[in-house]
C-alpha cells in the first residue's frame, strides 16, 4: 500500500518540475537557454578564435562595460551535452569512466556531446543509452537543465531519466568508453555517495539529486551519510 501511495502521490515538487517541463519529446532545446539572463552591464564586442580543437574551441572575447571600460576574457565554447540516468523505479545505473583531465575513474550518469547537427537532446540521450550502458527506454523525461563550468565554458546540459528500459547492444567508441564498466545500485545509495563525496561529478551530482526530489519527496531522505 505504501507503495501504491508513493507511485500516485503528487508531490509539491514534483509539480513544480513537471510544470517546468512543457517541451514534447523531440522538440528542444528551447530558447534562449534556461538561466541565462541578459546583462545590464556588460556586453561582447569582440571574439577571437584561438585554437580550434576536435571537440571545443578556445575564443579570447573582449567585453565592454556599462563606462566604456574593455576587458578580456577567456572562454571555450562547447557543443552543449545530454546526460541520462537509467532508472527502473528502484536503482538507477552509473558509470564508472576514466577522465584524462583529472587522471582518474569518475562515478559519473551516462553522457555525451551533442556532436550530431540538429539532432534534438532527448533523441542524443536514448543514443548515448544505447550506446554506452546497452539499454532503451519507452520513456525519457527531462529532469533539469544547467551550465556546467558558466566560468570559462558556454558547454549547455540537458539531464533526462530513462524508465522502461530493455536491453540492446552496446557500441561503445573510444578508448575511455571501452573501459567504462556499469554500477548499478538504490537511487538512494547514489544520493548517499553524492553527500559523502564517492560521486563529485557534478552533472550526476545535479541530476541524481533532481531525480530523487521528484521520486522521494516526502519520505524520510536518503540514507545517511557514511563517515
Not at 576574457?73 to 523505479?89: E, L
Not at 560521486?199 to 551519510?225: F, H, V
Amino acid at each position: 500500500a505504501a507503495a501504491t501511495d508513493q507511485a500516485a502521490r503528487p508531490t509539491r515538487l514534483s509539480s513544480i518540475w513537471s510544470s517546468l517541463v512543457t517541451e514534447a519529446a523531440g522538440s528542444f532545446p528551447p530558447e534562449p537557454m534556461k538561466g541565462s539572463m541578459p546583462s545590464d552591464t556588460f556586453s561582447p564586442v569582440g571574439e577571437t578564435l584561438i585554437h580550434s580543437g576536435a571537440v571545443v574551441d578556445f575564443h579570447r572575447l573582449v567585453i565592454r562595460d556599462r563606462d566604456g571600460n574593455r576587458f578580456e576574457r577567456d572562454v571555450i565554447r562547447h557543443p552543449g551535452a545530454v546526460s541520462i540516468i537509467p532508472y527502473d523505479g528502484t536503482n538507477v545505473t552509473l558509470v564508472r569512466q576514466y577522465r584524462a583531465a583529472i587522471d582518474g575513474d569518475l562515478y559519473e550518469i551516462p553522457a555525451g556531446k551533442r556532436d550530431v547537427g540538429g539532432e534534438a537532446p532527448d533523441i542524443t540521450a536514448r543514443r548515448e543509452l544505447a550506446e554506452e550502458v546497452g539499454l532503451e527506454a519507452t520513456e525519457v523525461e527531462l529532469l533539469v537543465n544547467l551550465f556546467h563550468s558558466p566560468g570559462f565554458c558556454d558547454e549547455y546540459g540537458f539531464v533526462f531519466v530513462a524508465r522502461g528500459l530493455s536491453p540492446v547492444p552496446v557500441q561503445r567508441e573510444g578508448p575511455e568508453e571501452r573501459a567504462m564498466t556499469l554500477h548499478t545500485m538504490p537511487l538512494d545509495d547514489a544520493v548517499a555517495m553524492c553527500l559523502d563525496g564517492r560521486i563529485t561529478d557534478s552533472k550526476s551530482m545535479i541530476g541524481l539529486m533532481a531525480l530523487y526530489i521528484t521520486e522521494r519527496s516526502g519520505d524520510d531522505g536518503p540514507s545517511e551519510r557514511r563517515p
